[in-house]
């Protein structure tokens, strides 16, 4: 280490260009780095549930024009009809559970807002999640503190509230960065407070919208309200405004939606209500992040792009360094240096280039990212983010410096001394 030191010192003039060269690369390449991490580490984060072998299901009305269509019928008992459906989707062989929500099921785009107030006049604002009980189940949603989706279930109710451990994060006035806190507190539903309350019965798991979202984004954060006939009627008043979600067991998930559509006349119409579609969340998953695959797949393309010049620049400059250095090797050899030990100590050489240089760019990467000049909207720039970006690009960068080393040494050290210093 110390004589290669003494060399890079002496050779300083031929070293410099390159030094800085590898600084700068360095600095840009961090940058793509940081990027690609937070992105895959985002994308990777657990969802906080489970679609697979889920389906959603949507209903319709007869119209008049329709042969069937019962005039008599009022929404009332088009909703007691869509009740009755779902209750026999309940007996359905191969079914786990069943549950009616309005504009709230994952990787959907809905804006539903609920909100509670806290300490008089805060308003808690979150997405909301309006269902019957076993929507948790059937996604499989979890408290904060780790327990299964029963509980959430049996915490739902017309005098309950479930909420997410996140939903105070964005009040900081509050002082609240945890809302476990808030387990069996009566809140209030209006301000000022007409007597309107809700007891927050159970505390849920944050969740993501998509794979590209955190949880501190919208639909991160939500407040559960029970869905029950008489809102059904009342506020909603048409089964088209409502989904209904299912899970089926892996035993029985196969041609399940050929199975279920074929039954639809005789068991899934009661009425004026009938079962229109069904569909997997894989099909919904696809639809929700299309345009978010797009754009991630366009941003690498640029960046494979700019890495791949990077790469064939460093290995260039390293292959033509090495090539040019064949006299050297040939005189280290024949002053006894055995093949591995001279091959060695040019590797050691231009990885402890690399080191050197490292330095200083990390010093510009890291204030480049105090300054919040890199993304941070997914994810808050600390030196832990920094520390992963940092090594991973250290590894790439001495890739490449090993490729570009490794060949034409290779090559100097086949041929014999005598025969390197005549060609020289």
Known sequence: MKNLLTQIKNEWRSNLFLLVELLLVFAVLWYIVDWVTVTARVYHTPMGFDTEHCYNLSFNSLT??????????TAEDDVDALLEITERLRHRPGVEAVAISQNCYPYNEGSNTAHFYLQDSVNVTAFRIWSEPDFYRVFRYRTADGDGPDKLADATSDQTLVVTSNVTD?????????????LNKEVSLTYPDR??????????????????????????????????RDA?????????YVQVSLRVSPDADHDFVDALMEDVDRLYRIGNVYLLDALP??????????????????????????????????????????QHRRREVALRMAMGSSRRGVFLRLMGEGLLLLSVAAVPAL?????????????????????ERFLIAAVFTWLLMALMIVVGIWYPAYKAMQLQPAEALHDE
């Open 363 to 383: 010093l510009i990467a890291f204030n480049v990212g105090i300054a919040e000049l890199v993304d941070i909207s997914k994810m808050q720039f600390t030196f």
């Open 64 to 73: 008049p024009k329709s042969a069937l269509y019962n005039p008599a019928l």
């Open 195 to 228: 007597g309107y309350h809700r007891r927050i019965a159970a505390i849920a798991a944050p969740v993501r919208s998509s794979h590209f979202e955190t949880s501190h984004e919208w639909g991160g954060a939500f407040i559960g309200y029970n869905l029950n």
């Open 232 to 240: 059904l009627i009342s506020d909603l008043g048409n089964v088209r």
């Open 170 to 182: 964005w009040y900081p006035e509050l002082n609240m960065p945890d809302a476990r806190s808030l």
């Open 281 to 322: 969340f894989s099909d919904i998953r696809y639809v929700r992040e299309l345009e978010d695959v797009n754009e991630v797949k366009t941003q690498l393309c640029i960046l494979f792009f700019l890495m791949l010049n990077i790469f064939l620049g460093v290995i260039g400059t390293f292959w033509f360094r090495t």
